[in-house]
């Protein structure tokens, strides 16, 4: 009787033992990362997107700066904010390594491409001034239809945007030039005392 009871318990312990394997099994397929689109698959929904009106785009971007490993960061960091945009589909990107500037040794320079799915031409503005890409080429379609009140909310928010950086450009520049008055009366102020002192 007493080795009957000993066999139960282990019986019961192996069953224990494999439900919680099952459950972290069924744990670490839920924390995998779905897989990779297969090439058909992104093909379809690229195909898909176009019909629905979405514009293929082909973007360059450049960062200039220093030191080369630094841009390469910057430059990582705004394709990986790119592909978290609602409705902006990446279907290719390349990075090239940084090189120097224009035959400068102190700065350097470095460009990725994109392709890249965008839903409408609104969007397309926006990304456009949210990410300043060097180069913009529409590869599809060959025609966009829009209607007068899509292009005038388009070109008033066009407006506001040049609009505000404007503001922000003539701010920084009125700055400056308190800054740069600032400065010159303190160095007047030290010129005078340091002759006064000399007499």
């Known amino acids: 009787m007493f080795g009957k009871k000993?066999?139960?318990?282990?019986?019961e312990n192996k069953e224990e033992v494999k439900e919680e394997n099952l459950e972290n099994k069924d744990k670490k397929e839920e924390t995998k990362e779905p897989k990779e689109k297969s090439e058909k698959e992104k093909q379809e929904e690229i195909k898909e997107k176009l019909s629905k009106g979405y514009l293929k785009c082909h973007f360059i971007f450049e960062v200039v700066g220093k030191p080369a490993d630094?841009?390469?960061?910057i430059m990582e960091m705004l394709l990986k904010e790119l592909e978290k945009e609602p409705n902006v589909l990446i279907i290719s990107k390349s990075f090239n390594k940084s090189t120097n500037y224009q035959d400068t040794q102190e700065l350097f320079t470095t460009f990725a491409e994109t392709e890249l799915l965008i839903e409408n031409f609104k969007r397309l503005i926006q990304i456009i001034?949210?990410?300043?890409?060097?180069?913009?080429?529409?590869?599809e379609p060959d025609e966009i239809k829009m209607k007068i009140q899509d292009y005038n909310l388009l070109v008033n928010e066009l407006a506001n945007n040049l609009h505000s950086r404007d503001i922000a450009a003539k701010k920084i520049l009125f700055e400056k030039d308190v800054l740069f008055r600032k400065l010159q009366e303190i160095k007047g102020k030290t010129s005078s005392t340091v002759s006064e002192e000399k007499k």
Request: aromatic share 14%.
């Open 6 to 11: 000993k066999k139960e318990k282990k019986e």
């Open 70 to 73: 630094y841009i390469e960061q």
């Open 129 to 139: 001034f949210d990410y300043m890409p060097t180069s913009i080429e529409i590869l």
